[in-house]
C-alpha cells in the first residue's frame, strides 16, 4: 500500500477520471467544473446585474456538493496520503523554471515564489494570480467548459466544439509559457 | 442519500486530482513545454476509455441506474466561441497553473494563495455574464 503515499502515475490516474465521469452520468449528471462558478456567481447576486446568471441554481446544488467534495479531497490527498509534497518534474524544466526566477522548482508541489502569502505581499504574484483566475473564469464560460466539460466529456463525445476549445486551451497556454512567461518572470 | 453520493464523488475527484499532480502549477508548465508524458497521459487515457466507453453506452442504449436511459446533448455548434474562450481560458490555466477543479483541490490541500486565483475566477465568470451580449459567439 505503500505506493498510495507517492505521486499517482498517469495510467492510474487518467483511468479513475474516466471512472468519475462515468459514475457522474450513471448517477443521471455529467462532468463539469467550471459551471459551478456561475452558479456561485448566482449565489452572490449576480443575477441582478445580468439574466446570465438568472437561472434555477438549485438544478446544479448537486455540482456544488462534488466541489465541497473536492477540497476535501485535496485536504485528505494533502495531509494524509502523501509523505513528500514535492513534484519531481522533468530536471529540463527545472533548470528553465530557475532561470525564470522560480527556485523552487523540483522541491514544492506549487512555487512559494507564488502561492505563499510572503509572495503575494509582494504585489506582483497577487496580480499574476488574480489575472490568471480572472482569465479562466472569463475563457471557461465564454468556451462553455474547462478541461473537465471539454477536454475530458465533450471529447470522449467526440464533439467537434470540445477539439476547437482544447486546441484553443492549447494554443493560449503555449502563448502564454513559451512568448509571455519570459516577459513576465 | 444522493447528496453523500455526490460529496463521496468529489473527495475521490479532489484526492486524484491533488495525488496525481495535475493541481500542481509545474506540471501544468512541463505540459506546455512538452517536456513530460505525465499530462498527457493523464488525459489521453481518460479520453480512450471516455470515448469507448460513451460508445458503449450509447450503442447498447444503457440506462442509468435510475432507470432512464442515458442521452448525451450536443454541444452547440459554433467556431469562434470555443477557439476565443479557449484561447482565454488555455493563457489562464498556464499563467495560474490550475483549472477550475484543482483550484477547489487546493484549496482544501491549503494552499490559500489560490483563493485569490479562485475571486478572479468568479470575477472572470462574472464579467462574461455582463460582456457575453457583445462578444462574438
Redesign the interface.
Known sequence: MEWIFEPWPWYVAGPLIAFIMFLLIFIGKGFGMSSNLRTLCTLCGADSKSDFFDFDWKSQRWNLIVVVGAIIGGFIGANFLSNDLSVAINPDTITDLKELGFNSAGEAYLPTELFTWEAVGGVKALIILLIGGILIGFGARYAGGCTSGHAISGLSNLQLPSLIAVIGFFIGGLVMVHLLFPLIF | M??I?????????????????????????????F?????????????V???I??QI?KRKNLK???G?R?T?I??????S?????????????????????P????????????L???????????????L?KK?PH
Do not use: D
Request: aromatic share 20%; net charge positive.
Open positions: 444522493r447528496s453520493g455526490y460529496l463521496l464523488i468529489g473527495i475521490f475527484f479532489g484526492i486524484v486530482m491533488f495525488k496525481s499532480e495535475a493541481a500542481s502549477w509545474f506540471r501544468i508548465y512541463e505540459m506546455f513545454q517536456q513530460s508524458f505525465h499530462m498527457y497521459g493523464i488525459i489521453g487515457s481518460a479520453l476509455l471516455g470515448v466507453g460513451v453506452i442509468n441506474f435510475f432512464q442515458i448525451f450536443p454541444k452547440e455548434k459554433s467556431f466561441r470555443y477557439m476565443y474562450g479557449g484561447i482565454i481560458f488555455g493563457l489562464g490555466w498556464a499563467l495560474a497553473g490550475a483549472c477550475p477543479g483550484i477547489f483541490t487546493l484549496i482544501g490541500a491549503g494552499f490559500m494563495p489560490i485569490i486565483v479562485f475571486a478572479g475566477s468568479l470575477l472572470g465568470t462574472f464579467l462574461y455574464g455582463l457575453r462578444l
